[in-house]
């Protein structure tokens, strides 16, 4: 999703870049299923719908389940709309990877810092569930959907100040991201949250803010 849009939530223009990441979702996810459906194999296109992405995305490599619930990509961090194709089509698997996110995960908190409802955990992984809208069974940071989804009605738009302030959640040039990604997943992971705060990482921008910048104005 578009980094800039992203630096205004919550606000309506923000939906904007969740919009075009599932628009471009579908049009990936029909494509791909209908190739696979031409190889002769069934192929069943899917969102958010039939099963939950984001442990599918880390079963396949994609990236780290972070403490806001979210899947956090190398190089895209928490900014992503995640699409699944269920096929019968014999295929090489990829592994989970890591790269540091649990533990920059243990020593941050600025995503349930910054939640205005609080729906987010602040503690350790665990089993425990907020309600029925919370998968059982698994230990991992849990976010209270419900809070959360309550909070995106009383705003009249979604929200994503989560994907906002997550250092992960930053557009830097190709190398110097590279470069901040391996110092947040070393041991310089102290200085790297201490670096983003400082440089103020994460503040909102308003809204004519990015209409000044998208249109040269
Ligand atoms: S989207 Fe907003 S309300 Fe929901 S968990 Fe993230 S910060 Fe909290
Ligand atoms: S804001 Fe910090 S604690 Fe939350 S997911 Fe991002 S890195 Fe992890």
Same mark, same amino acid.
């Given at each position: 999703?578009?980094?800039?849009?992203?630096?205004?939530?919550?606000?309506?223009?923000?939906? &904007? @870049?969740?919009?075009? =990441?599932?628009?471009? %979702?579908? +049009?990936?996810?029909? #494509?791909?299923?209908?190739? *696979? !459906?031409?190889?002769?194999?069934?192929?069943?296109?899917?969102?958010?719908?039939?099963?939950?992405?984001?442990?599918?995305?880390?079963?396949?490599?994609?990236?780290?389940?972070?403490?806001?619930?979210?899947?956090?990509?190398?190089?895209?961090?928490?900014?992503?709309?995640?699409?699944?194709?269920?096929?019968?089509?014999?295929?090489?698997?990829?592994?989970?990877?890591?790269?540091?996110?649990?533990?920059?995960?243990?020593?941050?908190?600025?995503?349930?810092?910054?939640?205005?409802? &609080? @729906?987010?955990?602040? =503690?350790?992984?665990? %089993?425990? +569930?907020?309600?029925? #809208?919370?998968?059982?069974? *698994? !230990?991992?940071?849990?976010?209270?959907?419900?809070?959360?989804?309550?909070?995106?009605?009383?705003?009249?738009?979604?929200?994503?100040?989560?994907?906002?302030?997550?250092?992960?959640?930053?557009?830097?040039?190709?190398?110097?991201?590279?470069?901040?990604?391996?110092?947040?997943?070393?041991?310089?992971?102290?200085?790297?949250?201490?670096?983003?705060?400082?440089?103020?990482?994460?503040?909102?921008?308003?809204?004519?803010?990015?209409?000044?910048?998208?249109?040269?104005?």
């Amino acid at each position: 999703m578009d980094h800039d849009v992203l630096r205004t939530v919550p606000s309506a223009l923000s939906g &904007t @870049a969740t919009g075009v =990441g599932y628009s471009a %979702d579908v +049009v990936t996810l029909l #494509s791909l299923a209908q190739y *696979v !459906r031409n190889l002769g194999y069934r192929a069943y296109a899917s969102m958010n719908d039939t099963a939950s992405s984001i442990p599918y995305a880390v079963k396949a490599g994609l990236g780290e389940y972070g403490r806001h619930g979210l899947l956090i990509a190398p190089g895209f961090g928490p900014r992503l709309r995640i699409g699944k194709v269920f096929t019968d089509l014999p295929l090489a698997h990829d592994r989970p990877i890591r790269f540091g996110v649990e533990e920059f995960c243990q020593i941050c908190r600025r995503c349930s810092d910054a939640c205005p409802p &609080t @729906a987010i955990a602040t =503690g350790e992984p665990s %089993d425990e +569930v907020h309600n029925r #809208s919370n998968v059982r069974g *698994v !230990r991992k940071w849990t976010t209270d959907a419900e809070k959360c989804f309550s909070f995106w009605v009383s705003q009249v738009t979604d929200c994503s100040i989560c994907i906002r302030v997550c250092p992960y959640n930053r557009d830097y040039p190709g190398w110097l991201n590279r470069l901040r990604y391996r110092f947040m997943g070393s041991f310089l992971r102290r200085p790297m949250l201490w670096l983003d705060v400082l440089l103020g990482g994460g503040e909102r921008k308003a809204p004519s803010w990015w209409w000044r910048r998208a249109t040269g104005s």
